[in-house]
Structure formats: structure tokens, C-alpha cells
């Protein structure tokens, strides 16, 4: 078999496109090695290790409460169901990883244009559950926010970068009207709390994009009249906020889940012999937190939240010689949304926020929604990659912002 020959470029034609990976797997896979955060990766690993465990304690309580006379539910019955989603989680995670940064980019933006799609039919065709609709049932039941996301922290990264080419374009408006659609339509599932995830994530990445202080402490009064507004004329918002500072039914919940977290002391009562987990709704999920103070003690709740600071802290470190806007306002974004989401849960554990259908990520149990996490983790370490051996210049988000407003000052003399 002779050897393939070597391209050589006419006269008039393109040269030969470059592949998008690297021909050999083996080779593909060692630059991925190279490039990854191996420290980020460790420490998403052993959170869902963690995760694994804490599953395993909170399913008999889940299992025991779902069982009917017709069907009893084993106790480890979410605990198996858990190491599958867990499996094709980690599956979702490394492909995604795998993906260079620009394929990233481009997916993801697929994937929030689709999922905007599959909002709109949630009111139309969706699954209703306890009381609320969030769900699509297209084979697979899934809650299209939750693959909204980490999509929607992209696309707000790549709609503010285009100040970097034209600093003339409305980036904030346009990307101020895509979150206002957003919040509309989850209002209306009703889903406050996803909306308010939302909202933060979009005021984190409009700061770090440069937004001068007056319209940042503007957006800060409008947000507070918007809350204030949710409270006199939206229901869900209102009944949450005045369960959770008067009592009722949900902080009576929340307060259960208070004495369960508290029930275990600092060293808790060991694996499996939690009393007070067993009348805890939700124990699997939403309130899985608690259920690890009881069994496993508050240290062990302690070293849950030091690991969200410190898988927080090493993007943020990662970032620190990042030369490129896009990717640091979508990584930002990425974090954002996923510590939001982990803090709210805890704090709604230990009473300081309302109660509020928020898992703790790739801590609690999940099936869509695990694979939403792990997807969200892989986009977020795809877009991270950097060659080791190439030495870059911090973004300088005040002189950027400069020179976007001088380039800005110039464009309007012309005129």
C-alpha cells in the first residue's frame, strides 16, 4: 500500500482545511488531558462521590414514603436509579469536555435556542406536578429550564462580547430582552425560583462585562421593584415569602427539615440511622442537605460547602490570566449559576431562604436534571482548556471598557 500523498496547493484554490481533531484518538485524548483542569475535574468527582453517598442514606426515606400498598419501593430504589444517571452524567460530562471551545460555543447556543422552544410548550403541553408545570414528556420527562441554563449563560457571554468588534451595539438591551422573555415564561409555570437564578446570572455577567456603576446601581433598584412588584401581584412569590416569615405548611416543612439537619449533632448518628429523615419530604432531593447533618454530622455539611467555595474559587483562579472576554464571562456565568443554585438550597435547608424545588448539584438525586449538572460542568471545562505551555495576558475588563467607550466617542464624531 503506498503512502498517502502530501497535499500541495494550486494555483487559485484554498489550501486544505485543518481538522477540528486531531486524527488519532490516543493523541486526541492526551492534549485533552493536557489542556483540562485536572484540579476542577478532581473536585467535581469527589462532590459526586459524595453525592453517591448521601443518596444512599436519603433513599429508604424517599422509598418508604413513595411505596403504596400496590408497590413497594425497595430502599435502595433511588440509590441504583442514582448510580445510572450518575454514569450517564459523567458520559455527558467528559464528551462535552472533549468538544474545543468554538463547537462548545456553537452547541450551546443550538441547545438554548431549542430549549427557548420547549419553554413556550411547557404551558401548552407540559406535565403538571404538585401543582406546578414544568415538565415535558417527549419520551423522556425533562424540565426544560434546567437545560436552559448552562445554554443561557453562553449566550449571554457570546451576545456581550460583541461589544469587543462594535461597542456601539445595544448588548444589554438585547440581552436584558432575551432574560425578560425568560422570566416571563417561567413565572408563569410558576417557577420564581429558577427566575431568580436567572436573573442573578445575568447581573454577574453584565458587571464583569464592564457596566459602568450608575446603571449597575440602576439595575439594582429595578430589581428591587421588580421583587417588590412579584410580591403584591404574583401568588407563588407571594405565598413563599409570607410562609417563609409568618409560618405554614412550607416553612413547617422547612422547619422539619431544620431539626433533621440539626438532629445528628456534629458527628451525626451514622449511616442509616436517622430517625428524623424518614418524615422529611423530599429527602432524596430538595432536602438532602438536612439529611446528611443527621447521618453524617454538620462537619460533614461543612466540608459539602467548603468544596462548592473551593470548585467556585478554581474557576475563578483559572480565569485570573484569561485574555479572552468570551470565555471569561460564559465561565463566570457557568459558576454562577451553579453555586447559586447549590447556596440557595442550603440556605433554604437552614431556614434563611424560602422553600423553594432546588436541588443541591450532583449532590442530590436527579435524572434530567443530573445530566443538566454534568452538562453544564463539561461546557464549563470545555471553554476553560488552555494549552499549559502558553503563557497568556489578563483581560483588562477597565481598559477594555476604555477603549470601548473611546472607539465609541470616535464612531460618533464621524457621523
Known amino acids: 500500500m503506498s503512502a498517502a500523498r502530501p497535499y500541495i496547493p494550486q494555483p487559485g484554490r484554498r489550501s486544505a482545511p485543518t481538522a477540528a481533531f486531531p486524527q488519532d484518538r490516543r493523541r486526541q485524548l492526551l492534549v485533552w488531558w493536557r489542556e483540562i483542569d485536572r484540579v476542577l475535574l478532581g473536585l467535581i468527582l469527589l462532590l459526586m462521590s459524595l453525592g453517591t453517598i448521601a443518596v444512599m442514606a436519603a433513599s429508604p426515606a424517599s422509598a418508604n414514603r413513595l411505596s403504596t400498598s400496590d408497590v413497594t419501593l425497595s430502599d435502595l430504589h433511588f440509590f441504583w436509579l442514582h448510580i445510572r444517571w450518575q454514569f450517564l452524567g459523567l458520559c455527558v460530562l467528559i464528551?462535552?469536555?472533549?468538544?474545543?471551545?468554538e463547537?462548545?460555543?456553537?452547541?450551546?447556543?443550538?441547545?438554548g435556542a431549542a430549549m427557548l422552544v420547549a419553554l413556550v410548550l411547557v404551558p401548552l403541553i407540559g406535565v403538571e406536578r404538585n401543582g406546578a408545570t414544568r415538565w415535558l414528556n417527549l419520551g423522556l420527562q425533562f424540565q426544560p429550564s434546567e437545560f436552559l441554563k448552562p445554554a443561557f449563560a453562553v449566550i449571554l457571554a457570546w451576545i456581550l462580547s460583541w461589544k469587543v468588534r462594535d461597542p456601539g451595539l445595544p448588548v444589554i438591551g438585547v440581552?436584558?430582552?432575551?432574560l425578560g422573555f425568560i422570566v416571563i415564561m417561567l413565572m408563569a409555570q410558576p417557577n420564581f425560583g429558577e427566575a431568580i437564578l436567572f436573573v442573578g446570572c445575568w447581573f454577574v455577567v453584565v458587571m464583569l462585562a464592564g457596566l459602568p456603576i450608575k446603571r449597575i446601581l440602576t439595575l439594582c433598584g429595578v430589581g428591587l421593584g421588580g421583587l417588590v412588584l412579584a410580591y403584591v401581584f404574583y401568588d407563588n412569590a407571594r405565598n413563599r415569602i409570607d410562609a417563609f416569615l409568618g409560618g405554614g405548611t412550607a416553612y413547617d416543612q422547612v422547619d422539619l427539615a431544620s431539626r433533621t439537619l440539626l438532629g445528628g449533632g456534629w458527628t451525626g448518628t451514622g449511616?442509616?440511622?436517622?430517625n428524623n429523615k424518614m418524615r422529611l419530604p423530599e429527602a432524596h432531593t430538595d432536602y438532602i442537605f438536612s439529611v446528611i447533618g443527621e447521618e453524617f454530622g454538620l462537619l460533614a455539611c461543612g466540608v459539602i460547602v467548603v468544596l462548592y467555595l473551593a470548585?467556585?474559587?478554581r474557576v475563578l483562579v483559572r480565569l485570573v490570566d484569561e485574555d479572552r472576554l468570551f470565555i471569561i464571562l460564559a465561565a463566570s456565568g457557568l459558576i454562577a449559576l451553579f453555586g447559586g443554585q447549590?447556596?440557595?438550597n442550603i440556605l433554604m435547608n437552614l431556614q434563611l431562604f424560602p422553600s423553594k424545588g432546588m436541588t443541591l448539584p450532583l449532590v442530590s438525586y436527579g435524572g434530567s436534571s443530573t445530566i443538566a449538572q454534568c452538562f453544564s460542568i463539561g461546557l464549563l471545562l470545555a471553554i476553560t482548556r488552555r494549552n499549559p505551555f502558553l503563557s497568556r495576558e489578563?483581560?483588562?475588563f477597565g481598559g477594555g471598557a476604555a477603549k470601548a467607550r473611546k472607539a465609541g466617542a470616535q464612531k460618533g464624531k464621524r457621523r
Request: glycine share 12%.
Open 95 to 101: 464528551a462535552t469536555s472533549l468538544v474545543p471551545h
Open 175 to 178: 440581552s436584558g430582552g432575551l
Open 271 to 274: 449511616l442509616n440511622l436517622g
Open 311 to 313: 470548585i467556585i474559587l
Open 394 to 396: 489578563a483581560f483588562d
Open 342 to 344: 447549590a447556596f440557595i
Open 103 to 111: 463547537l462548545a460555543r456553537r452547541g450551546a447556543i443550538l441547545l
